[in-house]
């Protein structure tokens, strides 16, 4: 069931995004929120600012989690969709689960909605050495 509905919120959101004029934005830095967010936490915050005409850096916090990242927006405004090579830490301390390095592909609706999906690989000794990296959430240029 949460795959099934995980599925229409992508399909709906590209709908959205695909109907409605995206207007670039003035401003050069954005705070995202949501599920997965700032390095995978359950729910975190990203902090991320242009440092160029298509370029930009992030740096975020979770729950339990951290996570910063470079990416490349389509367009030169902070409201575009990009594509991003990020490390996402989870866990602090004793808790530490995993590291996860890799690209990541994040759409961004003209206006407030975003999602993220990619892969990551860890070089901790795992059963798995490669990983989905995910999330959901809303985006506010500032």
């Given amino acids: 069931m949460k ?4 599925v229409a919120l992508l399909l709906a959101a590209f709908s959205v995004g695909a ?3 995206r207007e670039p934005s003035p401003k050069k830095c ?3 929120a949501g599920v997965l967010q700032g390095g995978g936490g359950l729910v975190g915050v990203d902090f991320e600012a242009m440092i160029g005409s298509h ?6 916090v979770g729950l339990l989690s951290f996570g910063v990242g470079v990416n490349y927006h389509f367009k030169p405004f ?3 969709s990009m594509v991003s090579l990020v490390y996402w830490h989870q866990g602090l ?3 530490h ?3 996860w390095v890799g690209p990541v592909y994040t759409f961004r609706a003209p206006k407030v909605f975003q999602f993220q999906i990619g892969m990551g690989a860890t070089s901790e000794m ?3 050495p490669v990983g989905l990296m995910y999330s959901i959430g809303v985006y506010f240029p500032i």
């Fill in 3 to 6: 795959k099934y509905l995980l």
């Fill in 19 to 21: 109907m409605a004029q």
């Fill in 30 to 32: 954005a705070i995202s």
């Fill in 55 to 60: 370029f930009s850096a992030q740096a975020g």
């Fill in 78 to 80: 902070i409201n575009s």
């Fill in 93 to 95: 301390g004793d808790s």
């Fill in 97 to 99: 689960t995993v590291g």
């Fill in 126 to 128: 795992r059963k798995v």
